[in-house]
């Protein structure tokens, strides 16, 4: 019973988060159907069984099995997964890799990123581990370079400048809000 409670607290708590992040960008619809997901039953009873609560149950149900069969599901029906985005490239001769992302689903990965870092850091969160967990994964993702260069650069201002200096960039530099 701890697992149920303990993992829907977490998943609306990273999910609030993401709310209050997109909408300070005027992201409304993502912040309200961000991760809707993880509440159908393939990936809420996943979480479930293999929640731990310092990081993601996917991580734990991919060393169990393989492969995660909650995340196969969530990574095709969620746009701020740079995952949903890979496809045959005729750029790379048909060979797999990542498309560019639309501004608004890689804002919505930023808000994400920033999100799941305070989720599972709790109280230990710094600007700077949505950049340090980015890093660890960056060598092997299939993303763009457009998208990467762009998701770089707001990880790496939000490591350096904080969340407020990032925030109001994104709203003035890439969506053209005065405030």
Partial sequence: MW???GHLKTINHHKW???RYCFRLGLYRQGLCHDLSKYS???FFAGVKYFQGDRSPNEMERQVKGYSAAWLHHKGRNKH?????????????????GMEMPLRYV??????RIAASRTYRKQAYRDSDPWDYYLHSRDH???HPKTQALLEQLLQLLRDRGEAETFAYIRRELLGKRR
């Fill in 107 to 112: 804002l919505e990965m930023f808000c994400d």
């Fill in 3 to 5: 697992r149920w409670w």
């Fill in 81 to 97: 997964h740079l995952e949903y985005w890979i496809d045959y490239s005729p750029a790379e001769g048909l060979r797999m890799g």
């Fill in 17 to 19: 988060l993401v709310f």
């Fill in 41 to 43: 039953p393939v990936e």
């Fill in 141 to 143: 993702y299939l993303i």
